[in-house]
């Protein structure tokens, strides 16, 4: 996937970001920034995955707001305000990224109609992800919601494409939805037996994407309608 910058820039500015930018390559379970540091810059991921979570200090506990592969940007969170990240993120496999300096990255910005055009509506959209995700959504389509959103962000298997080519920890499905372990068992468990998915030690099979979709996008009052 092509990032923002390749999508949405001239080859003159991106020219211009590859004289300023740094190429990183992080080893798994490395934290790429944390929670608290300085606004230096912002990230694309050139090939890898991470999460992207913070810690809720009253319960001890990660809150996962994104998942991140090839092409995406992060460290865009910690803009305006007291310029500190309000989040970390972490790798889950061996991570390389490209770094471009937020003086740099506000210049393109402030010289790219399009490109700061559609980087407001990527805020957009997880703005409303983000809001989506309340008390109002049943435990079970919230888990749904994640499952495809690791499909969506890890891809599936190039020998069998809804084999999840990454599956996330049960952990962290869990904290994605902001539910108990036991929780997202129980509902694996559920969708297991419907045949939805197909659960194999840790990986994750989706059988019905339609039907798991369908889940995914229920609220408490759909769920109380008659059927």
């Not at 200090?57 to 998942?67: A, S, Y």
Request: aromatic letters at 14%; glycine letters at 4%; hydrophobic letters at 40%.
């Amino acid at each position: 996937m092509d990032s923002f910058l390749k999508q949405y820039c001239s080859k003159e500015w991106q020219q211009f970001v590859d004289y300023h930018k740094k190429t990183i390559v992080f080893e798994p379970n490395s934290f790429i920034f944390r929670e608290g540091d300085t606004v230096k810059g912002v990230y694309i991921i050139n090939q890898g995955k991470a999460k992207v979570f913070f810690t809720n200090l009253d319960e001890g506990r990660q809150t996962i707001v994104r998942l991140a592969s090839d092409g995406y940007i992060i460290g865009h969170r910690g803009f305006g305000g007291n310029w500190k990240y309000p989040v970390s993120a972490l790798t889950y496999t061996k991570t390389k990224v490209t770094f471009i300096p937020i003086d740099i990255f506000n210049t393109i910005a402030r010289a790219n109609a399009e490109f700061t055009y559609q980087l407001m509506m990527f805020f957009a959209e997880e703005l409303r992800h983000s809001e989506e995700n309340n008390n109002l959504i049943p435990v079970k389509s919230k888990i749904a919601k994640a499952i495809l959103m690791n499909f969506s962000v890890f891809g599936g298997q190039e020998n069998d494409p809804y084999l999840l080519n990454y599956t996330i920890s049960r952990k962290d499905y869990a904290a994605i939805v902001n539910t108990t372990y036991e929780s997202v068992i129980r509902v694996l468990s559920e969708l297991n037996k419907s045949k939805i998915i197909e659960t194999q030690a840790k990986s994750i099979r989706i059988l019905d994407i339609h039907k798991l979709t369908e889940i995914a996008s229920q609220t408490f009052f759909e769920q109380s309608q008659p059927v």
